[in-house]
């Protein structure tokens, strides 16, 4: 065990402090990497305080990690001392199901495992990256091309994969019209995405308050959907709708505006059933879906998409003791557009 310094909490009603939490020894197929920055995800704040369903304490959380190799195990072909790397929302699988041998390990049959607040396969609980180091499989280590700027690549290992996932299976392209709701940390990677796929861009926000930014991010048109003309102007008018909010929304609204055989998909996660009008899917053949993150190939194509495309997501890089105020922050929707934690300072 290698021991290294983190933030943690101790309960569900805890704020994160500064401790120690130990590493397991570098194995035959493992790799050390020294973090340098772990972005804050929404998620990390519903699973540390155990909104999620019952966690393990002290939990150290944070899936969107990136630093550079410091040692591999003896059977690491994939990555090198020195190499820069990233760690995403998962780091381990059955990798025998057919949905891993699809390169789909997000949905292994036997649930993956989770970055942090998970049992691993060795029957340890996972603790994520807002540390100093982390230890990981290989097969579940991406590689951060050079192109993206360091500070900035931590938030697309889970905002920018997540985005990436559903407009790439749902064909987002040239002659595609794609609406994303919600403009924050998975919405403002969905329209730098999409927009570089070719599709014309459209952000359905409750207000126009950061219209400039969306547009500026490669958004084609904007609208509030506190204003009911949204939905009458907009009607059929979508192929795909990548809905990033967790809160609940009326979805026969938005369903509504889906054109023939058009999708919405849902990557934000309300903890409450949404009802649905069935009646609303018939018209123009509609489908309702939800996606998680995506596999480890599709996660590398993402981060060499984002490098081709000169993508990266809009940060405000933090120091470890501003974690709890962050939370808060993010909590208020007052971030843009995710925060970066500087690992350094932990
Ligand atoms: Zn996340
Ligand atoms: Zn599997």
Same mark, same amino acid.
């Given at each position: 065990?290698?021991?290294?310094?983190?933030? /943690?909490?101790?309960?569900?009603?805890?704020p994160?402090?500064?401790?120690? $939490?130990?590493r397991?020894?570098?194995?035959?197929? #493992?790799?050390?990497?020294?973090?340098?920055?772990?972005?804050?995800?929404?998620?990390?704040?519903?699973?540390?305080?155990?909104?999620?369903?019952?966690? /393990?304490?002290?939990?150290?959380?944070?899936?969107?990690?990136?630093?550079?190799?410091?040692?591999?195990?003896?059977?690491?072909?994939?990555?090198?001392?020195?190499d820069?790397?990233?760690?995403?929302?998962?780091?381990?699988?059955?990798?025998?199901?057919?949905?891993? =041998?699809?390169?789909?390990?997000? *949905?292994?049959?036997? @649930?993956?495992?989770?970055? !942090?607040?998970?049992?691993?396969?060795?029957?340890?609980?996972?603790?994520?990256? !807002?540390?100093?180091?982390?230890?990981?499989d290989?097969?579940?280590?991406?590689?951060?091309?050079?192109? +993206?700027?360091?500070?900035?690549?931590?938030p697309l290992?889970?905002?920018?994969?997540? %985005? !990436?996932?559903?407009?790439?299976?749902?064909?987002?392209?040239?002659?595609?019209?794609?609406?994303?709701?919600?403009?924050?940390?998975?919405?403002?990677?969905?329209?730098? $995405?999409?927009?570089?796929?070719?599709?014309?861009?459209?952000?359905?926000?409750?207000? =126009?308050?950061?219209?400039?930014?969306?547009?500026?991010?490669?958004? &084609?048109? !904007?609208?509030?959907t506190?204003?009911?003309?949204?939905?009458?102007a907009?009607?059929?008018?979508?192929?795909l709708?990548?809905?990033?909010?967790?809160?609940?929304? &009326? =979805?026969?609204?938005y369903? @509504?505006l889906?054109?023939?055989?058009?999708t919405?998909?849902?990557?934000?996660?309300?903890?409450?059933?949404?009802?649905?009008?069935v009646?609303?899917?018939?018209?123009?053949?509609?489908?309702?879906?939800?996606s998680?993150?995506?596999?480890?190939r599709?996660?590398?194509?993402?981060? #060499?998409?984002?490098?081709?495309?000169?993508?990266a997501?809009?940060?405000?890089?933090? &120091?470890?003791?501003?974690?709890?105020?962050?939370?808060?922050?993010?909590?208020?929707?007052d971030?843009r *557009?995710?925060?970066? +934690?500087?690992?350094? %300072?932990?």
């Amino acid at each position: 065990m290698t021991t290294v310094r983190a933030y /943690a909490a101790a309960s569900a009603t805890s704020p994160l402090e500064p401790t120690t $939490i130990d590493r397991r020894e570098v194995g035959p197929r #493992d790799v050390l990497i020294d973090i340098a920055y772990a972005g804050i995800c929404h998620s990390d704040i519903h699973t540390i305080r155990g909104e999620w369903g019952e966690v /393990a304490y002290p939990l150290t959380v944070g899936h969107e990690i990136v630093g550079t190799v410091a040692e591999v195990g003896s059977d690491v072909t994939r990555h090198a001392v020195g190499d820069r790397v990233g760690v995403g929302c998962m780091v381990n699988s059955c990798r025998e199901c057919e949905n891993c =041998l699809a390169g789909e390990e997000q *949905y292994c049959l036997e @649930g993956n495992v989770g970055t !942090y607040a998970n049992v691993d396969r060795d029957g340890s609980i996972t603790q994520g990256g !807002y540390s100093q180091k982390v230890v990981v499989d290989e097969d579940f280590v991406l590689r951060v091309p050079e192109a +993206i700027p360091y500070e900035k690549a931590a938030p697309l290992l889970c905002a920018g994969i997540t %985005t !990436y996932s559903p407009l790439h299976h749902w064909n987002a392209g040239p002659g595609k019209k794609v609406a994303v709701v919600g403009l924050g940390g998975l919405g403002h990677m969905a329209v730098k $995405i999409a927009h570089a796929m070719g599709a014309e861009v459209t952000v359905l926000s409750q207000s =126009l308050r950061k219209k400039d930014d969306g547009l500026a991010m490669g958004a &084609d048109h !904007y609208y509030a959907t506190s204003d009911p003309e949204t939905f009458r102007a907009l009607k059929n008018g979508f192929d795909l709708i990548v809905n990033t909010v967790s809160a609940p929304l &009326d =979805l026969k609204q938005y369903l @509504g505006l889906l054109s023939l055989d058009g999708t919405m998909v849902n990557v934000g996660a309300p903890p409450e059933p949404l009802p649905i009008q069935v009646f609303t899917l018939f018209s123009n053949r509609r489908s309702f879906a939800g996606s998680s993150i995506g596999g480890i190939r599709e996660t590398q194509e993402m981060l #060499d998409f984002c490098a081709e495309h000169g993508i990266a997501p809009e940060v405000e890089l933090i &120091d470890a003791a501003q974690i709890n105020e962050a939370y808060e922050r993010v909590l208020a929707s007052d971030v843009r *557009y995710r925060f970066v +934690i500087d690992a350094a %300072t932990i």
